[in-house]
């Protein structure tokens, strides 16, 4: 690597040279020049030569980077495969039991319960209903990430699946009136979690923060470990040192 730098090196100052004696200057002028020019302004003048020439290779050949690229991703892929083979196609019967068994109980309420039973319930049926979905659309992109080799990024995804859980457990667990208020809030522009100030739990609690962390608490099946995993996908998902540990192999 520095051979192919120092040879960057000097091709860059025999250019430099060229430039100055097209220019007209002389030989004693030249020798001064290289005197004065300090090794800042040359790796300068490299990084920009050699970017603009990358740029125009890469653009000349991008079909053939990108079919490079492409095989390359697909080796790494079924070496995945090879290794947690098993453990990819139990997630992928998961999935499908998870997204089958939420059409057939949709059918089967759509068909068997009258609209006066429904009634009561519907609101809670229908945040349920859609935190299912969301929550099966992020185990598929967990599993999308784990083949790619992006281990971090799914376990980020599976900090909101988890906290998707939850809030499903606290809005069965407090009923309809609470699943009223986050339908309500979904439409609005509000982050917080208001939504959960009318619940059972907030108001047997002596005045708790509105946060994730109180819903986590109190939504029944949470436990040590579980919490534990939570706190570790928050580090890295946002801008923790936590994350060095994952990127100093680079």
């Known amino acids: 690597m520095e051979d192919s730098l120092m040879d960057i090196y000097d091709k860059t100052l025999e250019e430099l040279v060229d430039k100055w004696i097209l220019q007209g200057l002389s030989d004693e002028e030249v020798n001064q020049k290289i005197e004065e020019f300090d090794s ?52 992928e019967v998961m999935y499908t039991l998870a997204i089958e068994a939420a059409e057939l109980y949709g059918k089967y309420v759509e068909e068997n319960v009258s609209a006066d039973q429904k009634e009561p319930k519907k609101f809670t049926y229908l945040a349920l209903q859609h935190i299912h979905g969301r929550v099966c659309q992020q185990f598929a992109e967990v599993l999308c990430l784990l083949r790619g080799g992006f281990a971090d990024a799914a376990h980020a ?29 979904v439409e609005t522009e509000d982050k917080s979690y208001a939504w959960i100030k009318e619940s059972k739990a907030y108001k047997s609690a002596s005045k708790p923060r509105l946060t994730f962390d109180f819903i986590q608490k109190t939504c029944g099946f949470v436990n040590d470990d579980l919490e534990r995993q939570y706190n570790l996908a928050c580090f890295v998902h946002h801008a923790s040192p936590r994350n060095f540990q994952a990127t100093k192999q680079w």
Do not use: P
């Open 40 to 91: 800042e302004k040359v790796l300068s003048f490299i990084v920009e030569t050699s970017s603009k020439d990358m740029f125009k290779f890469a653009k000349k050949n991008r079909k053939r980077i990108a079919k490079t690229s492409e095989k390359s991703n697909k080796e790494f892929i079924a070496h995945q495969d090879k290794l947690w083979g098993k453990c990819f196609e139990a997630s």
């Open 157 to 185: 995804r599976w900090r909101s699946m988890y906290e998707l859980c939850c809030t499903a457990e606290f809005i069965k667990r407090n009923g309809e009136d609470i699943a009223i208020k986050y339908i309500e809030q």
